[in-house]
Structures are given as structure tokens and as C-alpha cells.
């Protein structure tokens, strides 16, 4: 996860503008937030910055979020420092979820495409193994992924846009 060290200071040029703010990333997967239990127990995987870990602590659930980057983990306590809410917050890779983290969780969320970063179909196997071993029995697995290597065939080279975006001064 050396890439998303040094990735935590600029990720939300990565990220679409809907999705910069935690009401906006929990408004992602309403259909999916509307189900949980109220103040049920989840587990954000793979949770970057925090944007969907802060806006579910906001929402009165009980969050634990998980990244394999120390600098990613940082950034989601400060956000939600910022917000004033409580959440757990774990430097913790995908193989490790069973050991290092307590389920069991009413819903684990790993989306952002954060699978397509495990060590191809075995990592991916194992990641999901190990989410479901904190997921409580009838419990919620939501996860988003792009197939990369088909967009890159589809669409080969590079798209320009034009138009500047300008996001906290930069």
C-alpha cells in the first residue's frame, strides 16, 4: 500500500465531487444504508480518506474503518475529528481483518474500487474471505468495483477535458 501513502495528501483528485463529502458518500449507497439496522455495527474496508466512515458515524452508526495506509487512516480521524463523530479508526490489511478487528459487523462496505488492488483472483478471494469472517450471520457485504483492463480497451489513451477544477485552493 506504499502508493496510497503517498497517494492520502492528493486522493480526492481521485475521487468524483459527489463523493468529497460524507453526506455525499453515504447518499452513494442509500438504497444500501436504508436497510441497516439503526446504529447497527459496520465496518468500512479499504476506507481511504473516511469520506463514507465520517458520514455513517454521522447517521448514528457504530464504525470501525480500515486501511492497509497508516497516512489514509490519519486523514479519516481528522475528518472525523472535523465532523465531531466518533468512530474507530485501524491501519489494517485485508488478510489481517479476522485478527486485528472484533466483529461481528451488521454490514462491511469495501467500495471506491479498493478489491482491484489484491494480489489478483487469490488476494481477491482472500480479501472477501476475511470480510466475511467479521460479517455477522444475514449480515451485509456492498462492494464497488471498475474493470479496469475493459475501460482501458474500450477507451485507450488519454482524455483531456476542458474544463479546470479548482478544490480547496488547488
Known amino acids: 500500500m ?5 497517494l492520502s495528501s492528493v486522493y480526492e483528485w481521485l475521487v468524483p465531487d459527489a463523493l468529497l463529502q460524507p453526506d455525499g ?3 452513494a449507497f442509500e438504497q444500501v444504508v436504508s436497510i441497516l439496522p439503526p446504529r447497527g455495527r459496520i465496518l468500512d474496508c479499504a476506507s481511504g480518506t473516511g469520506q463514507l466512515a465520517v458520514g455513517l458515524a454521522a447517521r448514528g452508526f457504530d464504525v470501525l474503518a480500515s486501511d492497509a495506509s497508516e497516512a489514509m487512516i490519519q486523514r479519516t480521524q481528522t475528518l472525523a475529528d472535523q465532523y465531531g463523530v466518533a468512530l474507530t479508526a485501524v491501519v489494517c490489511a485485508w488478510e489481517d481483518l479476522s485478527r486485528v478487528v472484533e466483529g461481528p459487523f451488521d454490514a ?3 467500495v471506491g474500487n479498493s478489491l482491484t488492488h489484491a494480489d489478483g483472483q487469490p488476494g481477491r478471494r482472500a480479501a ?3 470480510m466475511a469472517a467479521v460479517l455477522r450471520d444475514g449480515g451485509l457485504l456492498a462492494i464497488t468495483s471498475r474493470n479496469w483492463e475493459r475501460l482501458r480497451e474500450q477507451r485507450p489513451g488519454l482524455e483531456i477535458d476542458d474544463r479546470l477544477t479548482h478544490r480547496a485552493g488547488r
Open 128 to 130: 472477501l474471505a476475511q
Open 2 to 6: 506504499v502508493e496510497y501513502e503517498a
Open 108 to 110: 462491511v462496505f469495501c
Open 25 to 27: 458518500a453515504v447518499a
